[in-house]
């Protein structure tokens, strides 16, 4: 009987892996069930099943899941085996795994010089294959290799090692032949772990390395109830065997026994009563996808599905069991466009489901989370627009969250192929690709760029992000020591809010779920019972407390004191010049430069001892615009590391003639950055991101004001976004904007800004 060791290498992961490889033995798992029906002898050795296995953080922004390679190798068995197989999987690919993996082979080669050393792909299906051949091979140091699915071809190739044959090829391929996976024997749970499994599992949810959109805490357990899938998207690597062009079923499925039998034993002997399904396409066929909730139901199981399903396979009644079974449902729609979903894509998709199934969810009370791609070859600005468009309306008004990623050109796919043919890579990447998906486009469009993409994801979710009300802004005040000539606030009457009446609206906010509080002017340092409202937001609960003031009054080292310890997290303090004269023509007060300038140097430094924010506001203006470089210098001399660059708002005092033309201030901002932004982290308020190009994340944080609320001293209650919204708008150019589903657009002015807008956009 053939001695055969399987080994689970730990892995070695860029901080933006994709998928779950926490999951990654479960293949090798499988191969040594086949093995083992196959009249092998098989011994596992897990790197992810150790006692000491988890998620341990490396430098460069990697993390390692298992154990260090040291403590694999020191767990050899001593006694040769016939073969070894190393379980291989798309997280071995990328560079950093690969150099792994050379060592782990070389290791072997020096323990056990005369065996056979195999990759096998032991990874059972999934939309990330990447293609590998005898070059990976000889750079890994390694003598075989079997490709595609290891069930039948493994064991014959570990049969004729054993033996002292030669196979004909260094490859073995293994498309499936058999109907179905009936006779599949179940994974060789026994061979290895099962409770240092679940240990590792714990350590990986504690560490919340990453956001995930499923729970990972134990017990719990990765299964295939299929494999394969019938539909052939460009993005995906389903089927790779097939792609390769070998001959082999496309898609089997376990029988309704089987899954019965999965689950009694997953529950009887581990206490797992929740199933982490990998399926590539899990609802494609309906009477097997009826079949698994018939036995979750039966053995009261938790499902969870990584692969997003398509929505126009699903019913209403499998809506609703779902609803009882699973927390978060995920669908893939990837395009809202008929032409890209089916004729690009190939997708073969109902586009109405999406929406049909949203319905559904919210009816029964489901999460939603709904897969959405853009940047696909020969798709037009309009058609992402209308992606995202689509994306966020469903968002919107039936709560599917929008998870948006770019179409990444996997190696072995037709998309890779259309790129590589149509030369649309803007930088070229096989292996390290688990950072594109979400975070570097590398095609170029027909009329955009990978910035663009780039650009309209960014916006796209911080505007998610920001779409929740949970900020108050609070006028304590309309007294104010300065007289600014942009004030929005400056054209009421002076006086102080109702302090009980204020307290009582922080107290009804909080209940509701606000936790950030902005107490503004007016002056707010004015206001007598300004620590009394501070003190009240602190005891309420709210989590960040800011003060933005003049810091005129804080010229005086107690009242800077009283302040920065009076339970705030941060404080922003508005200089609007360079030096006296440029500063004190915007806020008409004589003599507030230089206690703004003491207030800066008695709190900032305060600040910095007691971990609380510390930044300035800058409302540009025609008269400090020109002189924006002198004003980071002494911004760099203050040791100021947080700076707000607002653009004028129509409100208040403010008028067309103290605004700067909004282009040329923008380009003068953009050097601002250039020249600073080492030494302070800028925020720009107020400005269309399109003024912006490749700039556009300093300009994210206007996007904000969607979660914020003003409770002005007349104690009226508004939505700051839809307040200011109402002197905006877009333009013609608007309309093929990417950004513009979280732009809203342009301020307008009298005629003045309104030529101004003509000029740079049109009629």
Not at 64 to 73: D, E, Q, V, W, Y
Not at 278 to 288: I, P, Q, R, S, W
Not at 475 to 502: I, L, M, P
Not at 691 to 709: A, C, M, T, V, W
Request: with cysteine.
């Amino acid at each position: 009987m053939p001695q055969v060791l399987l080994v689970q290498p730990p892995l070695l992961l860029h901080g933006d892996f994709i998928d779950y490889p926490y999951f990654a033995s479960l293949g090798l798992w499988q191969a040594a069930a086949c093995l083992r029906a196959a009249g092998h002898s098989v011994q596992v050795l897990d790197a992810l099943c150790q006692p000491s296995s988890g998620l341990i953080s490396e430098s460069n922004g990697m993390i390692r899941l298992g154990i260090p390679l040291s403590g694999l190798l020191a767990k050899l068995p001593e006694v040769a085996p016939e073969v070894v197989v190393i379980g291989h999987s798309p997280w071995l690919r990328a560079r950093p795994a690969a150099a792994e993996l050379r060592k782990l082979a070389d290791h072997l080669r020096l323990r056990y010089p005369t065996v056979p050393l195999v990759l096998a792909d032991c990874d059972v299906g999934g939309m990330h294959y990447i293609e590998w051949g005898v070059p990976e091979l000889d750079d890994l140091h390694l003598d075989w290799g079997c490709k595609y699915e290891s069930d039948d071809a493994l064991p014959q190739l570990v049969a004729q090692l054993a033996a002292g044959s030669q196979p004909a090829e260094r490859l073995t391929i293994g498309a499936p032949q058999a109907e179905s996976l009936h006779d599949t024997p179940l994974p060789a749970y026994d061979l290895v772990d099962i409770a240092s499994f679940q240990k590792f599992v714990g350590r990986v949810a504690k560490a919340r390395h990453k956001q995930e959109i499923f729970a990972l805490d134990p017990p719990l357990m990765a299964v295939k109830t299929s494999r394969g899938c019938v539909y052939k998207c460009n993005f995906c690597t389903s089927n790779p065997w097939s792609r390769a062009g070998e001959q082999g079923k496309a898609y089997r499925r376990h029988s309704p026994e089987q899954l019965d039998a999965h689950a009694k034993l997953l529950r009887e002997s581990f206490g797992v009563r929740r199933w982490v399904v990998l399926d590539e396409l899990v609802n494609v066929h309906a009477g097997h996808f009826d079949a698994l909730l018939d036995v979750a139901e039966k053995y009261d199981l938790q499902l969870d599905f990584p692969n997003g399903m398509r929505a126009d396979r699903l019913s209403h009644a499998q809506v609703a069991r779902l609803a009882l079974r699973t927390p978060v449902l995920s669908i893939s729609a990837e395009s809202a466009n008929e032409r890209i979903a089916n004729d690009v894509i190939g997708k073969r998709f109902d586009l109405d489901a999406t929406e049909r199934v949203a319905k559904w969810c919210q009816q029964a009370g489901l999460r939603l989370v709904v897969h959405w791609m853009i940047g696909q070859p020969t798709e037009t600005r309009l058609e992402i627009l209308n992606t995202l468009q689509t994306a966020w309306q469903l968002y919107e008004g039936l709560g599917a969250e929008p998870l948006l990623q770019f179409a990444t050109p996997i190696l072995g796919t037709e998309l890779h192929k259309t790129a590589t043919a149509s030369n649309l890579w803007t930088s070229r990447e096989d292996r390290d690709i688990g950072p594109l998906f979400q975070g570097k486009p590398v095609l170029k469009g027909v009329d955009w760029t990978p910035a663009d993409l780039w650009a309209a994801k960014r916006v796209f979710e911080t505007k998610l992000q920001m779409w929740r009300p949970r900020k108050v802004i609070m006028n304590t005040t309309y007294v104010c020591n300065n007289h600014c000539v942009f004030c929005a606030t400056g054209n009421r009457s002076d006086w102080h809010g109702d302090t009980e009446k204020q307290i009582g609206f922080l107290r009804q906010r909080r209940e509701q779920g606000f936790d950030l509080c902005d107490f503004d002017g007016g002056e707010p340092t004015t206001n007598p019972h300004l620590f009394e409202l501070i003190g009240a937001a602190k005891s309420l609960g709210y989590q960040q407390i800011n003060l933005t003031t003049n810091g005129r009054m804080m010229a005086l080292p107690r009242n800077a004191e009283k302040v920065v310890r009076s339970g705030l997290t941060s404080l922003l303090v508005s200089l609007h010049g360079p030096n006296e004269a440029v500063h004190e023509e915007n806020v008409q007060a004589k003599g507030a430069f230089k206690q703004t300038i003491a207030g800066i140097a008695n709190a900032r430094p305060l600040c910095d001892r007691l971990h609380v924010e510390f930044g300035v506001n800058v409302t540009l203006t025609k008269i400090n615009t020109p002189v924006l470089m002198e004003y980071g210098q002494l911004l760099v001399d203050l040791g100021v590391k947080l700076c707000n660059v607002q653009f004028l708002t129509p409100f208040g005092r403010a008028s067309a003639d103290c605004q700067p033309d909004p282009a040329e201030a923008a380009r003068l901002v953009m050097q601002l950055i250039d020249k600073f932004g080492d030494k302070i982290r800028f925020q720009v308020i107020n400005l269309p991101l399109c003024f912006l190009p490749n700039y556009e994340e300093y300009g994210l944080s206007d996007i904000g004001k969607l979660q914020r609320h003003m409770i002005f001293v007349t104690m009226d209650d508004v939505n700051l976004f839809d307040y200011l919204q109402s002197r905006r708008r877009h333009e013609d150019k608007c309309k093929t904007c990417l950004m513009s589903t979280a732009c809203e657009g342009f301020y307008y002015w009298p005629d003045e800004w309104k030529d101004q807008a003509r000029q740079r956009f049109g009629d």
